[in-house]
């Protein structure tokens, strides 16, 4: 079937299945939505790749990891030399290290943990392998003058380590190293292109670390030193393999957020007539009983329907998805100009670093949240999936005015907490560091580890930090999550009754609007259950009464939601097409329910909308 809608609810809501289904319109407006999503998660990707090859916080893992068993494997040779390595500066750092077997141990160590790098689950790092590009770790003997030649060596194994393999004898070790003077090793990684999907997945980092034992008195204990070299970045080849699909990639994505941006502007546009005939009707004095009424009531009725009604009319999720087109169009056009001006990847960290990349990147996230945000739309056609918005309506005012009531008691307790543990406690050192520590209280974790750390300080008695840390669990856990919790359980009451008989085979459809706080949800159901079976008016205690198909007792509900059942002619039959959903005021709900849009006639009342009893 072929056509456009011509109901005034199916014009400005219907779910774009049903529109393909009934008139034969396809959903291209939900298509190119999902394709501006692919494309932008595809940037993400993207960023994730370039943050795993240039981050220095990445290296500083790596180097971490490989060190971390190796030096820290021997809590005596840390002890003595009193090491003092951050695994957050990748500084050089010395350690002590005894001139005995223990220094085989940790070389032992450093190798192995080189060769099941990969084994540790690191992205995108390759390690020398056979028939591989990257050079093998390589290690040199450096013995005292005139005592032995230098010795080089590959080491493909960690039994390769010449006088230091493990099937020699202590003795031989023990003697082989009072005749050095340094050992360096020198180990190489290489960093990949993480996302095969679009990109070339060519090498584009390598790294280098070198790792020295030197005696510095001749004698005695060897001092490790750890260094790295910078790394050896992208070559032009490589780069034009980065940015010639980077480029190409960003013009598709502006493409396709003007081709989301155009489909949204229609459904704005729709939005808009509607409103139009909307004022016409009240203008003209249309009023529910068909008689006519004065003008100047009629706009005052029109000035009742509130600017929120007017913006669900035009569909606020749809204007979302706008803003989102212009951030993620915005992001890309910036990325074509940045790769334009320069083919040098080494040469965008002029770029990267300031502000201007801050901006971008941030346009990039914030239009990914509001695209995303925006599918919501689409779980308003299903009456399950759109509980949760209905849910989010009712309580969110009464969460709110909970979480500003406890405001003051929260601050009291950081205020608190800064000030007596701040100068003593990690956890407490800044205002940022109590919130993020008092939250995580709040969620039941690390409760124990922060009574642990706030018991070491001694100055503070013991019994005034019990007595901060359980009344504050006991009013932010106990207390206000379970007010919140009561709070969204009977929204979910409130709102869920009438999906009880969503299994009911019986179907019709009635157009309907369920009333709850001076509030409307305009939309068809597939239910029997409500049919014009519940009499009281918005604000008053409903009674829910079962339909005669169901056999269930009756139940009284304060605040139930209130729905009445309407037919109305359209051109399907004389029946309404599902998937529709409006949630305005009862003003603009009992407005939009006595209109009809018959294309090229003046709108009119739809007589046959009444009451069914």
């Known amino acids: 079937m072929t056509g456009e809608p011509q109901d005034l ?45 240039y981050s220095e916080m990445f290296e500083r893992n790596v180097v971490f990891m490989i060190l971390s068993q190796a030096f820290y494997a021997h809590e005596e040779s840390s002890r003595v030399g009193g090491y003092k390595y951050d695994k957050e500066d990748s500084r050089p750092n010395e350690f002590v290290v005894f ?12 190798i192995d943990n080189y060769f099941t790098l990969e084994e540790y689950s690191v992205d995108s790092v390759s390690i020398a392998k056979e028939g591989g590009r990257i050079p093998f770790p390589q290690i040199h003997y450096v013995s005292s003058s005139g005592q032995a030649e230098d010795l080089w060596l590959d080491l493909r194994s960690v039994d390769d380590l010449g006088p230091f393999s493990p099937e020699k004898s202590p003795t031989s070790v023990t003697k082989f190293i009072h005749g050095l003077e340094k050992i360096e090793i020198f180990l190489f990684l290489e960093a990949l292109n993480p996302t095969q999907w679009y990109l070339k997945r060519d ?3 390598l790294w280098k670390y070198e790792f020295t034992y030197t005696r510095r008195l001749g004698a005695g204990p060897f001092f490790a030193k750890i260094n790295q070299h910078n790394p050896r970045r992208c070559t032009n080849k490589t780069t034009m393999g980065y940015s010639t699909p980077i480029f190409w990639l960003n013009a598709w994505l502006c493409f396709v957020c003007v081709w989301h941006f155009c489909y949204a502007l229609s459904r704005v546009w729709r939005g808009v007539l509607v409103l139009n005939v909307l004022r016409q009707a009240h203008s003209t004095g249309d009023s529910d009983d068909g008689e006519n009424t004065d003008s100047d009531s009629s706009v005052n009725v029109w000035d009742k329907i509130s600017w929120a009604d007017k913006l669900t009319i035009i569909n606020r999720w749809v204007l979302i998805s706008i803003v989102a ?34 901006i971008v990147t941030a346009l990039l996230g914030l239009g990914c949240v509001l695209q995303l945000v ?15 918005l209905q849910v989010n309506r009712v309580a969110r005012q009464d969460v709110l005015k909970i979480l ?31 919130v993020i520590t008092l939250f995580s209280l709040c969620l039941g974790d690390e409760v124990y580890n922060t009574y642990m750390d706030l018991l070491e300080v001694k100055e503070v008695s013991s019994v005034i930090t019990v007595f901060y840390l359980t009344t504050f669990v006991g009013i932010h ?19 869920g009754l009438w999906l009880l008989d969503v299994d009911n085979n019986d179907h019709t459809m009635d157009l309907h609007y369920t009333s709850h706080n001076n509030s409307a949800t305009i939309g068809y159901s597939s239910s029997p259950y409500y049919r014009s079976d519940l009499s009281a008016t918005p604000g008053q205690r409903g009674c829910f009464q079962p339909s005669p198909a169901r056999s269930y007792s009756t139940r009284s509900y304060a605040s139930t939601p209130v729905r009445r059942s309407y037919t109305s002619s359209t051109p399907t039959g004389g029946r309404m097409a599902s998937g529709v959903s409006l949630h305005v005021s009862t003003q603009a709900a009992q407005a939009l329910q006595n209109l009809t849009w018959d294309r090229g006639t003046p709108p009119q009342r739809a007589q046959s909308a009444t009451p069914t009893q």
Not at 10 to 31: A, C, D, F, Q, T
Not at 99 to 110: D, P, S, V, Y
Not at 477 to 495: D, K, N, P, R
């Open 9 to 53: 609810l199916e014009e400005i809501e219907i779910s774009p299945i049903s529109r393909w289904r009934n008139y034969g319109v396809w959903p291209s407006r939900l298509l190119a939505q999902l394709v501006v999503i692919f494309t932008a998660v595809q940037h993400v990707f993207w960023i994730e790749g370039v943050m795993v090859q």
């Open 477 to 495: 856990f106990y207390v206000l999550s379970m007010s919140i919790l009561a709070v969204v359980e009977e929204g979910f009451i409130t709102q």
């Open 374 to 388: 925006s599918l919501m739309e689409y779980a308003e056609y299903s009456l399950v999936d759109y509980l949760i």
């Open 99 to 110: 001139n005995t077997t223990e220094t085989r141990i940790q070389l032992e160590k450093i």
């Open 203 to 205: 090498a584009c980092v």
């Open 325 to 358: 087109d212009v951030l993620l169009f915005s992001y890309g056009l910036f990325q074509i100009v940045q790769v334009s001006i320069t083919t040098e990847r080494q040469q965008q960290h002029e770029w990267e670093a300031g502000w201007v990349s801050d």
């Open 404 to 434: 500003c009531g406890i405001v003051p008691i929260s601050a009291a307790y950081i205020v608190f907490g800064v000030a007596v543990y701040g100068n003593k406690v990690s956890r407490f050192g800044t205002m940022g560091n109590t």
